[in-house]
């Protein structure tokens, strides 16, 4: 007997993952497998659900699906920064209201290292 693996469709997440936005840090994101429990820091006062996404097509063009997964896998969410605004959320000819200068982005990507350390060090113990 012979077995054929078939592979999902580019176009369908092996999970679906809700989108969070932080309200305090603007751009500053959190995705979560629907099928795990979110982390604690995660309450309505400091995060706002965004979107649910099912499908590749969804997602915002700043979150790496092949990173998120990765990152899920081992902790169930994944900490990103959204750059620019969700297609779902402005039409495509619509002017950002401002620009994001890099001074304004290093922060954010120092946080997200510091994170990123903190749970490779978890992973660790």
Avoid: K
Wanted: hydrophobic share 45%; charged share 20%.
């Amino acid at each position: 007997m012979v077995h054929t693996h078939q592979r999902p469709t580019p176009s369908s997440l092996p999970r679906a993952y809700d989108l969070f936005a932080s309200r305090s840090d603007a751009g500053i994101c959190c995705a979560v497998r629907q099928d795990r429990t979110g982390p604690s820091f995660l309450t309505n006062v400091a995060w706002e659900f965004q979107e649910r996404i099912t499908d590749p097509v969804q997602a915002p063009a700043d979150l790496n699906l092949r990173v998120a997964q990765a990152s899920m896998d081992l902790t169930g969410y994944h900490l990103f920064v959204r750059l620019r605004a969700s297609s779902m959320t402005r039409a495509p000819n619509d002017v950002p209201e401002r620009i994001i200068t890099v001074g304004e982005i290093i922060p954010y990507l120092v946080i997200l290292y510091g994170l990123t350390i903190v749970i490779a060090l978890a992973a660790c113990f």
